[in-house]
């Protein structure tokens, strides 16, 4: 079906190809799973299939990319359409109409097919995916699963082939990725559609591949047998850690898998993870009460009350729509707050009644959108102005950070050129150079593979060490439970939940880390915390 046969890329000014000599068979029907680290040409590999790459990216592209029997250097991206439907990583962007009605119908308009067959092509994908009840609403005011199902049933509508997704669950909460993923797996099973898909949040995905594809990030590409590449890989989700760290065989890709090994290494472990006592929360840094978000009829945040303490990193979530970022938007002081009050710092002041640079130095935001904030030429340029505006008081130059973070990114690039995660971590670097004494951030993981959100982990800590408050808005439970010590959920608007992340992460089975699920009712939550215990006991690690 999808067929790399030599394959190299090589974009302008690059001292290095991104994919170099790349051979790899997708077969029909299989679900492909691609993986690598952020920056190693996963979104050029998607590019490459739908003609993207290069006939609009740019770049030079040698050897051959055949898609149900076209090669793509001879078909533009407009007439491989029929065979190869594209959702992009971020949905809303590739919208171009207002309803979902409207947005399934419109790639078949594209194609001119006949207005029976439309009808008929978008009841059939209404009911596929579960959008029936939806088919009239506006698509801003749908949750972010809701709008990754239109944007894949978009795709659809043409009948393609094939079906490339980048990303898909990224910025979804984990009851949303699972509705995606079960609505993509059901494609691959009852239609035989070929779906090639790239994730980073591998524990979400990789029990569902048929192959994996795994980007080193030296160019070349290996494919095979998803327990046997994640032999190879060197990135893997916590299920495959903690098979490796127990000598599991094969390696489990699943929780049901993990669990059916468990039962030994749970009798091998102390009952309770040693180190496992919180430290007592710090001074309050920030205390916003009674916040009131209102969007028209729409009221996001409703009476919140939130303490964000110093050396602490506290985790908000909840499901898409919750009130997350317009809470944090509400207490940075430049998002809408239509009542409550924030005392921030060591006077009290309220950002909201601050100029940009003071408030930043009280509260600072990373936002969902990072790109937003990247207005300059060359990424050298972006950090010697975050430098500049900070002051250099952080002790800790924006360069120096943004290294930490995603190393070997050339300063002399356009931001624009770079991956998601990269830009991420770009905005990341800007934002901290000011060290401000509340640090937000909203998402901050999509994007970024398990060792940049490790290198961020270190990086909150160190700034919770050195007496910084740090809010985490995510969706990435793995992430919560490596990074921060206390969990604040929110549903409709409201607080619902503010405990420990110990007490959060194990009490309910949408939040839990995969560690936490096999090793339950044990109260371990990552695989760190397995690996101390097992060295504190007798007996072979």
């Known amino acids: 079906?999808?067929?790399?046969?030599?394959?190299?890329?090589?974009?302008?000014?690059?001292?290095?190809?991104?994919?170099?000599?790349?051979?790899?068979?997708?077969?029909?029907?299989?679900?492909?799973?691609?993986?690598?680290?952020?920056?190693?040409?996963?979104?050029?590999?998607?590019?490459?299939?739908?003609?993207?790459?290069?006939?609009?990216?740019?770049?030079?592209?040698?050897?051959?990319?055949?898609?149900?029997?076209?090669?793509?250097?001879?078909?533009?991206?407009?007439?491989?359409?029929?065979?190869?439907?594209?959702?992009?990583?971020?949905?809303?962007?590739?919208?171009?109409?207002?309803?979902?009605?409207?947005?399934?119908?419109?790639?078949?308009?594209?194609?001119?097919?006949?207005?029976?067959?439309?009808?008929?092509?978008?009841?059939?994908?209404?009911?596929?995916?579960?959008?029936?009840?939806?088919?009239?609403?506006?698509?801003?005011?749908?949750?972010?699963?809701?709008?990754?199902?239109?944007?894949?049933?978009?795709?659809?509508?043409?009948?393609?082939?094939?079906?490339?997704?980048?990303?898909?669950?990224?910025?979804?909460?984990?009851?949303?990725?699972?509705?995606?993923?079960?609505?993509?797996?059901?494609?691959?099973?009852?239609?035989?559609?070929?779906?090639?898909?790239?994730?980073?949040?591998?524990?979400?995905?990789?029990?569902?591949?048929?192959?994996?594809?795994?980007?080193?990030?030296?160019?070349?590409?290996?494919?095979?047998?998803?327990?046997?590449?994640?032999?190879?890989?060197?990135?893997?989700?916590?299920?495959?850690?903690?098979?490796?760290?127990?000598?599991?065989?094969?390696?489990?890709?699943?929780?049901?898998?993990?669990?059916?090994?468990?039962?030994?290494?749970?009798?091998?472990?102390?009952?309770?993870?040693?180190?496992?006592?919180?430290?007592?929360?710090?001074?309050?840094?920030?205390?916003?009460?009674?916040?009131?978000?209102?969007?028209?009829?729409?009221?996001?945040?409703?009476?919140?009350?939130?303490?964000?303490?110093?050396?602490?990193?506290?985790?908000?979530?909840g499901r898409n729509g919750s009130g997350k970022s317009s809470l944090l938007w509400a207490i940075q002081g430049s998002g809408r707050r239509d009542g409550g009050t924030v005392h921030a710092g060591s006077e009290g002041a309220d950002p909201a009644a601050l100029g940009p640079a003071a408030a930043r130095r009280l509260v600072g935001l990373v936002p969902q959108t990072p790109a937003d904030l990247l207005y300059l030429d060359t990424v050298g340029a972006e950090l010697a102005q975050a430098d500049k505006d900070a002051g250099r008081q952080a002790g800790r130059s924006a360069a120096d950070l943004l290294d930490a973070l995603a190393p070997g990114i050339s300063r002399g690039g356009h931001p624009r050129d770079l991956s998601a995660g990269q830009q991420l971590a770009l905005v990341l670097a800007i934002q901290l150079a000011a060290a401000p004494a509340v640090i937000a951030l909203d998402e901050p993981t999509r994007g970024l593979d398990y060792q940049a959100k490790a290198a961020l982990t270190r990086l909150l800590a160190d700034l919770a060490a050195d007496g910084h408050a740090v809010v985490v808005a995510t969706h990435d439970v793995e992430f919560a439970t490596a990074a921060c010590q206390r969990v604040v959920v929110m549903a409709e608007g409201e607080i619902v939940t503010d405990d420990q992340a110990a007490t959060v992460l194990t009490a309910s089975p949408t939040f839990a880390p995969q560690v936490a699920k096999v090793l339950a009712p044990l109260p371990y939550l990552t695989v760190p915390q397995v690996a101390a215990a097992l060295c504190a006991v007798p007996g072979p690690a």
């Open 1 to 317: 079906m999808i067929e790399f046969d030599r394959v190299s890329v090589r974009y302008q000014g690059a001292t290095a190809p991104v994919l170099a000599d790349v051979s790899l068979r997708i077969d029909e029907g299989e679900l492909c799973l691609v993986i690598g680290h952020t920056g190693s040409g996963k979104s050029t590999l998607l590019g490459a299939i739908n003609g993207l790459v290069p006939h609009f990216t740019g770049g030079t592209l040698s050897g051959r990319v055949v898609v149900a029997g076209r090669d793509t250097s001879a078909f533009p991206p407009r007439e491989l359409a029929d065979v190869v439907g594209l959702v992009g990583q971020d949905p809303l962007a590739g919208f171009v109409t207002d309803t979902v009605e409207e947005e399934l119908a419109y790639t078949m308009e594209q194609l001119a097919i006949d207005p029976a067959a439309m009808r008929a092509r978008c009841e059939e994908t209404l009911d596929l995916l579960g959008l029936a009840d939806l088919r009239h609403r506006e698509l801003r005011t749908l949750s972010g699963g809701q709008q990754q199902k239109v944007a894949i049933g978009a795709a659809l509508t043409a009948h393609p082939s094939v079906l490339v997704l980048d990303e898909p669950t990224s910025a979804l909460d984990p009851t949303s990725a699972e509705d995606v993923l079960a609505a993509v797996t059901r494609l691959v099973h009852d239609l035989g559609i070929t779906v090639v898909l790239a994730e980073h949040r591998l524990e979400r995905v990789l029990y569902c591949a048929d192959k994996i594809v795994y980007l080193p990030g030296d160019g070349s590409a290996a494919a095979g047998d998803p327990a046997a590449m994640m032999e190879l890989a060197t990135i893997c989700p916590p299920v495959v850690e903690l098979g490796k760290l127990a000598g599991w065989q094969p390696l489990p890709l699943s929780v049901r898998d993990a669990r059916r090994c468990a039962p030994e290494l749970r009798a091998r472990l102390p009952a309770r993870p040693p180190g496992a006592a919180a430290p007592p929360p710090g001074q309050v840094a920030l205390a916003a009460k009674g916040i009131v978000v209102r969007y028209g009829p729409l009221v996001a945040v409703a009476g919140a009350a939130l303490a964000l303490h110093r050396a602490e990193v506290t985790a908000l979530m």
